[in-house]
């Protein structure tokens, strides 16, 4: 049997980065290929992230049914499918404040008094949720991989520390909604994910029962000199 211990098939993500496109993207404009260039398509990449990276969280919640006729569950179904990708972004600009306030910066009249313009963002009492698309990406030397959703929400903010000694985190938490019956997918070029394709297994000898009843391998027809040698003998 075949060690299944194989320690070129253990990734990590040392490069990566998330990139955002405000408006969910029809199915046919999203990403096909792994390396395909964001940008063509209007996705804005969001810069450095924590030392946490990205969490990408695929979960399916489940149920149970039970019965009268038995004392334990018949069979289970889906209750609730979720995909979730969360990540502190380091950096504050137009695009990852947008995004983690939910509205925009505009310039106002006014100057200040070192004659620098100004930005003005409005938090809406009654604010709209906006819907992206949203890709991550990682690789290590060996291979690639991308994650796409196609529509999503932004489902939760942290809060933002002011001190000293520690930058301004935004923390954001997205999940995945319905697209066309699919909540994201992956893409990757990492030989280690291959489909392996099933053995081939080699049908059993054919036989033929004898005058008792019992079964004998067949003559080969083709051995001519060789007496009565069974197939596979």
């Known amino acids: ?14 490069k ?5 496109h405000f408006g969910a993207l029809p199915g046919a404009s999203l990403p096909k290929a792994v390396d395909e260039d964001l940008t063509a398509t209007g996705f804005i990449e969001l810069g450095y992230t924590s030392e946490d990276g990205v969490e990408i969280t695929p979960k399916i919640e489940t149920d149970e049914l039970s019965v009268w006729q038995s004392s ?3 069979l289970r179904y889906v209750k609730s499918a979720s995909f979730q990708i969360k990540s502190t972004l380091q950096q504050v600009n137009a695009n990852t404040t947008r995004l983690f ?11 200040t008094k070192a004659g620098r313009d100004q930005y003005r963002l409005d938090l809406s009492s009654n604010p709209d949720l906006a819907e992206i698309s949203l890709a991550v990406d ?9 994650a796409v959703i196609g529509r999503a929400m932004v489902s939760d903010r942290g809060s933002i520390s ?7 985190g935004l923390e954001l938490t997205i999940d995945a909604l319905d697209s066309d ?4 997918y992956f893409l990757s070029d990492d030989p280690s994910i291959s489909p392996t394709p099933p053995p081939v297994i080699p049908p059993a000898p054919k036989s033929l029962p004898d005058a008792g009843g019992t079964s004998s391998p067949i003559e080969n027809p083709l051995d001519i000199g060789g007496g009565n040698k069974p197939i596979g003998a």
Not at 16 to 20: E, T, Y
Not at 162 to 168: A, D, E, F, S
């Open 101 to 111: 306030y939910g509205a925009e910066w505009t310039k106002t009249t006014e100057k």
């Open 181 to 184: 019956s699919l909540l994201g």
């Open 162 to 168: 002011l001190t000293r000694t520690k930058n301004q």
């Open 72 to 74: 334990v569950p018949v």
């Open 16 to 20: 990566g980065k998330l990139s955002v």
């Open 138 to 146: 990682w690789s290590d030397d060996v291979a690639s991989y991308r």
């Open 1 to 14: 049997m075949a060690n299944a211990n194989n320690a070129s098939q253990i990734r990590f993500a040392p």
